[in-house]
């Protein structure tokens, strides 16, 4: 699994309201776990957190694509890209590594929260590294 891609993409709705989907591939084939956030993740700091809401799985295709979505969701284009150097899952928690291509380094703590109406949610926390994590 080390050095499968991720993504942020900046979603606008037909409203103008935007938020950014982070997609994560598991490995070269599966399709991609999606988790819509406020802001961009690579701004979080160390020590600093922030709440997802995951979204169902999609296609690989979002790894590239930029441009209008179907059946007038919006359009979506790119604000980050990288690899995923470690993805760690015990759990509702994950340790991931992200290195963004135009930015940081980052470790990361997925805590998978309850279940609504909306989806699962989640929280993000920045680590300065993840040395003391399980996996």
């Known amino acids: 699994m080390i050095g499968t891609e991720t993504v942020q993409l900046r979603h606008v709705e037909p409203g103008g ?17 999606t988790i819509k956030l406020k802001d961009r993740l690579e701004a979080l700091e160390a020590g600093s957190r922030m709440t997802g809401i995951f979204l169902g799985d999609h296609r690989r295709r979002y790894l590239t694509y930029e441009g209008p979505l179907s059946d007038g969701r919006g359009e979506v284009s790119r604000v980050a890209s990288g690899r995923l150097l470690r993805w760690v899952r015990n759990g509702d928690n994950w340790w991931i590594t992200v ?10 703590q997925v805590t998978i929260e309850a279940e609504s109406a909306s989806g699962a949610s989640c929280e993000i926390t920045a680590h300065q590294d993840l040395s003391g994590a399980e996996g």
Do not use: N
Not at 19 to 29: A, G, T, Y
Not at 99 to 108: E, I, R, T
């Open 17 to 33: 309201d935007a938020h950014i989907d982070w997609m994560l591939s598991h490995d070269e084939h599966s399709l991609l776990v």
């Open 99 to 108: 290195h963004w291509d135009d930015g940081p380094l980052q470790h990361l």
